[in-house]
C-alpha cells in the first residue's frame, strides 16, 4: 500500500482514521469524492461517527459530495447527528427522514451547478475534502477511484485534504478518469469533446500536495446496491421507449446508432436500458451520468461501444462484472467531472436522449421527481435537470400507478415540479407513449390522458379534463384550481386517489 503513495514526503502524512478525523472540527464545510454508493471515503467520515457516538461532543458539519453516499457516510452521520446542511443529493433512509422533519436543511440542486456555486464563492469554501484514491502521484495529484464527481472542485477549494488510499479498488481504474476543468465565465471556452469517448484531460486531479494533512489506508468496499428485479410494468415501459425510437428510426429523425443515450438512475431506469439488449439498435454510446448495471451489459454484449460517465456505480452482481472483466471496459468508459459529465454544452452539443424517470407527471407534462405529495423529498432532481432541459429528446418514464393503484402517477396537477412542460418531450408509462412535441397544452393532454394513464384512473381523469375544459373554456391550460390537487389531498384524507 505505501507504495501507492508515490511522493516520499506525502509518506510522512500517513495516519490512521481516528487520527485523521482529529482535523474535522464543529461547523465545518465537508467536501466529499463520490457519487452514488461509488468512489466515497469510508474509513474517516465512520471513526468521525464513532468519535462524536461515544464522546458526545457538539459536532455539526454541512456536507457536500457529487451525489448521494454511501451507508458509512451518509447513513453513519445521520445516526451520529453530525449533518447541519447536506448538499446536492441524498438517498439514504434516515438522512431523508431527518430532513422530512426537519433535522437537516437540505439543498436539492442541479449536480452540475455545484461546482459553479463553489468556484464563485456562493457556497461557503470547503475546509476538509475527504478524497478516496487509487495512488498518489509524485507531484502529489490523485487519482481518483471509481468515481469522478466533484473531487476536483473540492480539492481545488479545499483548505486541507485528507486522502484514503482504498485497497478495495483495483490499481487498473487508473487510467479510467480524464480530468478537465472549467474556468469561470468570461475565461470559460468551449468543452473540446467531439464524442463521448475522446480524452482531453489528465488521468489524475491536479493537487498542491502542501494541502494534503493525512493520508490513511482503507480497506472497505463501496457498499454497492442490489436492483429491484426487472417486473412486467419496467418491461412494459423499456418496450413503450424502443418502440417510441424506431419508429424516429424508421422517420430518419435517428439513424440506427441513435444519438448518445443518457439513462437516469434506480430501477425503471436501470430496466428500460437493459430492453436494448434485445433491440435492432447497434454501435450505441452514452453520455451519462452514472453507469448502472444494465450499461455494462450493453456493453459487454456489443451494442454500446462507449460510454462517458462521472461514476461506476452497479449492483454488487454489476460491480463483480466490471471487476472480472476490467480490462474489456477500461478503453470504453470514461469517468470525467461531474461539471463535464453533467455539462448543458454537451448534452445540447451531442444531441443526448435523455432517459429520466418521474415520481408523478401531470396532464400537461410537467414532471414531479423528488417529492412525495409535494412535501416530502425522496431523493433529489440529480443530474435529471442538466440532462431533460437540453437533451434532443427528453423522456420520462413512470408506473402509471403507485403504491398498489392507491395513486395515480398521471395526475391533474402535480404536487411539485422539476420539469416543466417546455422541457419534457416524451412521457412513457407501462400503458403507452404520449409524443407531446409540437403540440399545444390541450393537444397534450388528451394524449396523456388517452395513451399513459392507468384504465382505473382514466374515467375520472377524463372527467377532470373535460370539466376543466367547460369551466375555462377559452384557456390555455385549463384546470379547476380548487381540484386540481384535491387527488393528493384525496389521498392524503382516505389513502387513495380515487374517488
Ligand atoms: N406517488 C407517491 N410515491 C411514489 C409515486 C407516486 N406517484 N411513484 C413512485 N413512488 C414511490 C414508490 O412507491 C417507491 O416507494 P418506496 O421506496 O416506499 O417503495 C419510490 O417512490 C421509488 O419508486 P420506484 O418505482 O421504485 O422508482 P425508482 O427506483 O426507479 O426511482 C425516482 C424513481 C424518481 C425516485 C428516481 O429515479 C429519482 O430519484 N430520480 C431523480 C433523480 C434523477 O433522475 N437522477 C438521474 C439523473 S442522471
Known amino acids: 500500500m505505501q507504495s501507492r503513495i508515490r511522493n516520499e514526503q506525502l509518506k510522512e ?19 466529499t469524492s463520490g457519487f452514488t454508493p461509488s468512489g466515497y471515503p469510508k474509513v ?24 448521494s453516499l454511501g451507508p458509512e457516510v451518509d447513513g453513519a452521520w445521520a445516526e451520529a447527528g453530525i449533518i447541519a446542511k447536506r448538499l446536492p443529493y441524498q438517498t439514504n433512509k434516515q438522512l431523508r427522514n431527518d430532513i422530512n422533519c426537519g433535522k437537516v436543511e437540505y439543498l436539492d440542486m442541479h449536480l452540475s451547478h455545484t461546482s459553479q456555486y463553489l468556484n464563485y464563492g456562493i457556497l461557503p469554501r470547503v475546509d ?23 473531487s476536483p472542485s473540492f480539492i481545488k477549494n479545499a483548505s486541507k485534504i485528507i486522502v484514503e488510499i482504498s485497497s478495495k479498488q483495483p490499481v487498473e481504474l487508473e487510467g479510467m478518469s480524464d480530468i478537465y476543468m472549467l474556468e469561470n465565465p468570461p475565461m470559460r471556452t468551449h468543452i473540446p469533446i467531439k464524442n463521448p469517448g475522446d480524452r482531453i484531460g ?9 494541502k494534503i494533512a493525512a493520508v490513511v489506508f482503507s480497506d472497505l468496499e463501496d457498499h454497492v446496491r442490489d436492483l429491484a428485479p426487472i ?5 412494459a415501459i423499456s418496450k413503450n421507449i424502443i418502440n417510441f425510437l424506431e419508429k424516429e428510426v424508421a422517420l430518419k429523425r435517428l439513424t440506427k446508432n441513435l444519438l448518445p443515450l443518457q439513462s437516469g438512475v434506480g430501477n425503471v431506469a436501470n430496466a428500460v436500458l437493459s430492453g436494448l439488449c434485445d433491440s435492432s439498435f447497434e454501435n450505441l454510446v452514452c453520455y451519462t451520468e452514472v453507469i448502472q448495471d444494465a450499461m455494462l451489459e450493453l456493453m459487454q454484449c456489443g451494442k454500446i461501444k462507449k460510454a462517458s460517465a462521472c461514476s461506476i456505480s452497479p449492483s454488487p452482481r454489476g460491480l463483480k462484472l466490471f471487476r472480472d472483466n476490467i480490462d474489456f471496459f ?25 432517459m429520466n424517470t418521474a415520481i408523478e407527471v401531470d396532464i400537461y407534462g410537467n414532471v414531479n421527481s423528488t417529492h412525495i405529495m409535494g412535501s416530502k423529498i425522496m431523493n433529489g432532481i440529480g443530474g435529471s435537470g442538466d440532462f431533460a432541459r437540453n437533451a434532443y429528446i427528453t423522456i420520462f418514464s413512470t408506473s402509471s400507478i403507485a403504491k398498489c393503484g392507491k395513486i395515480s402517477s398521471i395526475v391533474p396537477m402535480v404536487s411539485h415540479v422539476d420539469h416543466t412542460e417546455h422541457d419534457t418531450m416524451i412521457i412513457v408509462t407501462e400503458q403507452g407513449v404520449a409524443d407531446l412535441r409540437g403540440l399545444s397544452p390541450k393537444e397534450k393532454a ?5 395513451n399513459c394513464v392507468h384504465p382505473d384512473f382514466k374515467e375520472q381523469m377524463r372527467d377532470y379534463f373535460k370539466r ?8 390555455h391550460t385549463p384546470h379547476i384550481l380548487n381540484e386540481a390537487l384535491s387527488w393528493h389531498a384525496r389521498f392524503l384524507e382516505t389513502g387513495t386517489m380515487k374517488k
Open 44 to 67: 474517516v467520515p465512520l471513526a468521525l461517527a464513532d468519535r462524536v457516538k461515544s464522546s458526545k461532543e457538539k459536532m455539526k458539519l454541512t456536507l457536500y459530495s457529487g451525489a
Open 468 to 475: 376543466a375544459c367547460e369551466v375555462c373554456h377559452r384557456c
Open 13 to 31: 502524512k500517513i495516519m490512521n482514521p481516528m487520527e485523521a478525523c482529529k482535523l474535522i472540527k464543529d461547523g465545518m464545510v465537508i467536501g
Open 330 to 354: 477500461k478503453d470504453k468508459i470514461v469517468l470525467r467531472p461531474l461539471e463535464i459529465s453533467n455539462s448543458p454544452e454537451m448534452a445540447r452539443k451531442l444531441g443526448v436522449i435523455a
Open 202 to 210: 489528465t488521468p489524475f486531479i491536479v493537487c498542491d500536495k502542501e
Open 128 to 150: 476538509i475534502a475527504i478524497v478516496e484514491a487509487i495512488a498518489i502521484t509524485e507531484e502529489g495529484n490523485i487519482i481518483p477511484t471509481s468515481a469522478v464527481g466533484n
Open 231 to 235: 417486473s412486467d410494468v419496467d418491461r
Open 446 to 450: 388528451k394524449l396523456i390522458i388517452e
